[in-house]
């Protein structure tokens, strides 16, 4: 039946959401020499900074999925979804101008807006899953 393929097609892109947010997440440890050599950092003090863009990334998403939850059960999935898209756009573009800029400040900022709006995503995601498989 349509309504079946359509089930599907919407279970095969929320499988596909978080793919790019996974991608641009592991950056950072898969650029590790190129980026050390790059910033023109000693080793140790980049495998400190190195960690804190893991480190800032990860506070939010101690909270936020909960309100991400919150969010996500008052208002609107898609528009949700939207939002924290954009938020993960954003925090990836800036994380790319502070390289680009060798701004470490710049980084880090980026990473925590990915961070706000990369694990809230997930939220979103098993809400939208679980809307089209009662």
Known sequence: TPASGARWTVLFLSCTLLVGNYYAYDNPAALNLPLKRYLDHDYDSWQYELNLLYAVYSFPNMFLPFLGG?????????????????????????????????????????????????????????????????
């Open 70 to 134: 919150q969010l996500v059960d008052r208002f609107d999935p898609r528009k949700i979804l939207l939002i924290f898209s954009s938020i993960v756009c954003l925090g990836q573009t800036l994380f790319a101008i502070g390289v680009s800029t060798k701004n470490f400040g710049l980084m880090l900022f980026g990473r925590v807006l990915f961070g706000i709006g990369g694990e809230s995503i997930s939220v979103v995601q098993s809400s939208i899953t679980s809307t089209w498989f009662q």
